[in-house]
């Protein structure tokens, strides 16, 4: 690796917030020596990204009192024999605005299902969908008058709209192709009524055999690109096409028109990867070294992100829609505060909550210092990683359609390593706090770790590693990754008169001993600081097991410590909330008592 | 401390600052303004056609004619204009004693023909886009719309319903944390808009949409209300955020300066990406001034720098105005939490000499 750059200057372009960093050898080690945040500018009235990352440079440079950019406020490059400069610099970003899609099928249940899933997985959201089987004169009984051969509504709702793109989907391949012809017609009329400039996006990916008379009805009108068939035959789904091309698509239509992008990636020579992307080769490359099963989740302000690696497969879901920033107002919509307010203890006020969450959607880079401010936000944060949960099942089970190999039940139920991202790690959360968020929304069970991206840069390392792998894995495991500890999540069968879960003897290296009862329904905090290790040793009680993989009551592990320490959640899974929202929010204010959030 | 001190966003809030603003139409038409042309806030710069409805329907399905058959069976063709009842296609049938036609639903116009589908789009009133900002037309984007310059005062929101209008400004002589009731209203509400303290309520809101207000500013909304304020057609603009916060005294003040003068008032939101826009009332110098002011510089952006005025932008301080002290520094600052932010000290200006500490993230600059 002699060619490989040593200082690396690294820039995440947020919607909300500009991280930047400085990776560089320090005594034969890779290290993050310093990390700033700023305010993006990629929206008026700056409207040039660049701004940001050059302001994220000059903080940087007041902090390790090292010279970045030149007179002319460009990067000095190689580093100079007096320290400053840097030898590379690599961009990531997250700024640009979500596709929004339409999804035009054949069948409701298969393929508008399949394709929704995948479309809304990616740099994307559906705004709406039609499906053929669904109008019994097919296209014709939506009509507003309800007669049959009239006006379909919802050919006319696609006419209204103003999409950025259509996906067309149908057919398994080798099918009929009659039914997608007539798709075609209606998606170039649509199209042919629009002004030139607002035609959407085509892409097909439907029955292959079909690909001919699609391109020749609408190709002359607008652009369309044709990839294989996202369910090639009834019980096998291919999503992983279509997201490609839309994700070429986001990259051609909307990233690269951010303004400022231009400057940003002349001086990214290796060019500028998607946060998602480069968060995914995070978690990709821990999943490969320590042969674990991660499950990255990264909460941005504009999007929100869960990936799953084990070191075979990947599975990822970038939900744009929802997110602890901009998307808090969706959230709302989706769900109404009530549903937010089932996570927070008495004695919080639903009209109080719901404007602070209003507030922080359109004040995002605002970062709240109050308890009660925080813990509105990790309210609504469980219910936004629920849904990306449930939209990364969701694709799973698309992917398998048919399939009984029984992953898709386990999703990622099973991971040995939980790492956090995102805004509320940025804000400054309570780690306790944000761990039992974590441990509310996401169904995970058994043993586990967590860990969290404290600089704000874990995603960026990913394209640190396109310059230097090395470099990049070390500043990840070195400075960017903060342990917070090791979490127990026993199967727990509540049994009337058997209050006690499990007991815990915890033996820390640096001596002494420590034991614990845990109630069932209840959690339980031991310290065990950053680097310090323990055995631990559960004896559960009836009714409490550790999964398939581990017989017997007794069970025995050396765990890590960390931020938080060990914590043992001995409330079963699904948690047991309570209806009555009072005796509820008593319950939440136990919970997080027991967790010190 | 801290030696760099970066951005935090602006919001302006000027009693006099010169701006340059795009009016443009959702779809494209005609533009009737040219550049040096003087427009005032009322004036139509462009106009559109969109249609009332859209209609989409195979021709196939409603006469049963084949996709081949469709093109000699058309009596119109796209782009043609059709007349209610007009025939737009015909199918001879019953030897060809007979035919089976298709008519136009209501007057229109043929949007597409693509194999048997076919796009109506039935007419409805012209779309106006109004110049809203009093001033003179200094670009033009053909079929779409015009930038104007003007210079005036200037009140940024930080959400607005949607729409925009122009009325006069009618400040409630009541305090800032006030809120404005439907009782408050009177016959001559049409055409003004109401300035109100630090809310309303939802009588208000719908009494000012059935006396065809021209506008609603006031400093937070209850954050039930924004279904309601969206669906109402007068535009509401929310100064400080939703809630209950009074409204910032800086703002306070300049619309009671203002009150009884013409404003247009554009409550359009958009949060991010290229059409990126804050909500905003602009309040356009007096004509008489005009002539003297047009050589004047070009406003200047706030700068961070001892004196500027700033605003909470986050609870506890939400809506609170200070300005920066002389020889102002970021620092960190510690939370409750633990983590450490940059913070400056702040000169609170609504209780006499109260200096504090505040995250600088949790600042935006005003001016």
């Known amino acids: 690796m002699a060619d490989s750059p040593t200082s690396i200057l690294v820039a995440d372009v947020g919607s909300a917030a500009t991280k930047v960093g400085l990776v560089d050898l320090v005594s034969g080690e890779y290290r993050l020596v310093g990390a700033t945040r700023t305010m993006s500018t990629v929206d008026a009235p700056n409207e040039d990204l660049m701004i940001g990352v050059r302001q994220g440079i000059m903080q940087l440079e007041a902090l390790t009192g090292r010279r970045l950019l030149d007179a002319k406020n460009a990067l000095i490059r190689p580093t100079r024999l007096d320290g400053d400069g840097s030898d590379a610099f690599v961009a990531v970003t997250s700024a640009a605005l979500p596709l929004h899609a339409v999804v035009i099928g054949l069948s409701r249940d298969y393929s508008v299902a399949c394709a929704g899933q995948a479309v809304n997985s990616t740099f994307a959201i559906v705004d709406h969908t039609i499906a053929v089987d669904e109008e019994s004169g097919r296209w014709g009984t939506t009509a507003s008058d309800g007669r049959a051969g009239g006006a379909s509504a919802a050919v006319e709702k696609l006419a209204t709209l103003k999409p950025d793109l259509v996906v067309m989907v149908g057919g398994i391949d080798g099918g009929a192709v009659a039914p997608l012809r007539e798709m075609a017609n209606i998606v170039a009329a649509v199209g042919a009524a629009m002004d030139e400039d607002s035609r959407p996006f085509v892409i097909f990916a439907g029955n292959h055999m079909a690909r001919g008379d699609v391109v020749e009805r609408i190709g002359g009108l607008m652009q369309v690109s044709v990839v294989d068939n996202v369910l090639p035959a009834l019980d096998r789904a291919n999503p992983g096409p279509l997201q490609a091309e839309i994700e070429n698509l986001y990259r051609k239509r909307r990233i690269e028109r951010l303004p400022g992008f231009d400057k940003l990636a002349a001086w990214a020579e290796k060019g500028v990867m998607t946060t998602a992307d480069a968060f995914t080769r995070v978690t990709e490359y821990l999943a490969r070294k320590y042969q674990l099963r991660v499950l990255g989740v990264d909460l941005g302000a504009g999007a929100t992100t869960m990936v799953r690696a084990d070191g075979n497969r990947t599975q990822r879901a970038v939900v744009e829609e929802e997110s602890v920033g901009y998307g808090l107002d969706a959230l709302l919509e989706r769900t109404g505060i009530e549903t937010i307010m089932r996570w927070l203890p008495t004695p919080l006020e639903a009209a109080e909550v719901h404007a602070g969450l209003l507030n922080q959607s359109v004040r995002p880079q605002a970062v709240p210092t109050r308890w009660q401010d925080t813990t509105a936000l990790n309210a609504a944060g469980r219910e936004i990683l629920m849904h990306t949960a449930d939209v990364w099942h969701d694709q799973l089970r698309s992917q398998e359609f048919g399939a009984t190999n029984g992953h898709a039940q386990a999703g990622f139920a099973d991971s040995d390593l939980v790492l956090l991202s995102g805004a509320p790690v940025a804000r400054g959360s309570k780690p306790t706090s944000l761990l039992l968020m974590l441990l509310d929304a996401l169904q995970v069970r058994g043993i586990f770790s967590v860990a969290a991206d404290n600089a704000g840069l874990a995603a960026a390392m990913g394209a640190v590693a396109a310059v230097n792998s090395e470099a990049a894995a070390q500043a990840l495991e070195n400075d960017c990754l903060v342990t917070w500890g090791t979490v127990f999540v026993p199967d727990v069968v509540a049994r009337a008169g058997e209050p006690l879960a499990l007991v815990a003897h915890v033996e820390p290296a640096r001596g002494g001993k420590l034991e614990a009862d845990v109630k069932l329904g209840s959690l339980e905090l031991i310290p065990l600081g950053e680097g310090e290790k323990a055995n631990v040793e559960l004896r559960a009680g009836r009714g409490v097991s550790w999964g398939p993989s581990a017989r017997g009551n007794i069970f025995k592990r050396e765990v890590q410590g960390g931020t938080v320490g060990v914590m043992i959640d001995a409330r079963g899974r699904p948690l047991p909330m309570d209806e009555n929202m009072d005796r509820q929010r008593e319950r939440m204010q136990r919970w997080m008592w027991e967790a010190g959030a | ?367």
């Not at chain 2, 204009?81 to 030897?95: G, L, S, T």
């Not at chain 2, 035919?99 to 109506?120: F, H, K, N, T």
């Not at chain 2, 719908?206 to 304020?229: C, F, M, Y």
């Not at chain 2, 720098?305 to 986050?314: D, I, Q, T, Y």
Request: glycine share 10%; hydrophobic share 40%.
């Open chain 2, 1 to 367: 401390m801290i030696e760099y001190i970066p951005q935090i966003p602006e919001m302006r809030i000027s009693g006099m600052t010169r701006i340059r603003r795009e009016r443009r139409l959702e779809l494209p038409g005609e533009v009737s303004g040219a550049v040096g042309l003087r427009v005032g806030s009322q004036d139509v710069v462009a106009r559109a056609y969109p249609p009332k409805i859209r209609r989409a329907l195979s021709l196939t399905r409603v006469i049963g004619v084949r996709e081949a058959d469709v093109p000699k069976r058309l009596l119109k063709h796209v782009g043609d204009p059709v007349e209610a009842r007009e025939i737009i296609i015909a199918k001879p049938i019953n030897m060809g004693v007979q035919r089976l036609v298709y008519r136009a639903p209501e007057a229109g116009q043929i949007a597409a023909i693509q194999g048997s589908w076919m796009i109506l789009d039935i007419y409805d009133a012209p779309q106006d886009c109004l110049a809203l900002y009093r001033g003179s037309i200094v670009n033009v984007t053909p079929r779409l719309g015009a930038e104007i310059q003007a210079q005036g005062a200037l009140i940024q929101g930080v959400w607005g319903s949607g729409k925009d209008s122009v009325g006069v400004l009618k400040w409630f002589d009541r305090s800032p944390d006030a809120i404005l009731d439907a009782r408050a209203l009177e016959a001559d509400t049409r055409g003004s808009i109401l300035v109100a303290g630090g809310g309303v309520t939802a009588a208000l809101l719908r009494r000012a949409d059935e006396l065809q207000a021209a506008g609603i500013v006031t400093g937070s909304l209850a954050p039930e209300l924004r279904g309601l304020a969206g669906s109402i057609k007068v535009p509401v603009l929310v100064t400080e955020g939703f809630g209950q916060i009074p409204m910032s005294t800086t703002v306070f003040d300049l619309l009671s300066v203002l009150n009884g003068q013409e404003a247009g008032i554009n409550a359009r939101f958009e949060p991010r990406g290229r059409h990126a826009t804050r909500p905003e009332l602009f309040v356009p110098l007096a004509a008489s001034r005009m002539q003297d002011s047009d050589n004047a510089a070009e406003a200047k952006r706030p700068r961070v720098e001892s004196g500027a005025h700033v605003r909470g932008a986050c609870p506890p301080y939400l809506g609170r105005i200070g300005t920066l002290p002389q020889d102002f520094v970021l620092q960190w600052l510690s939370t409750d939490a633990g983590t450490q932010l940059p913070a400056v000290e702040v000169d609170w200006l609504d209780t006499t000499g109260e200096r504090e500490l505040v995250p600088w993230t949790n600042l935006e600059l005003i001016g």
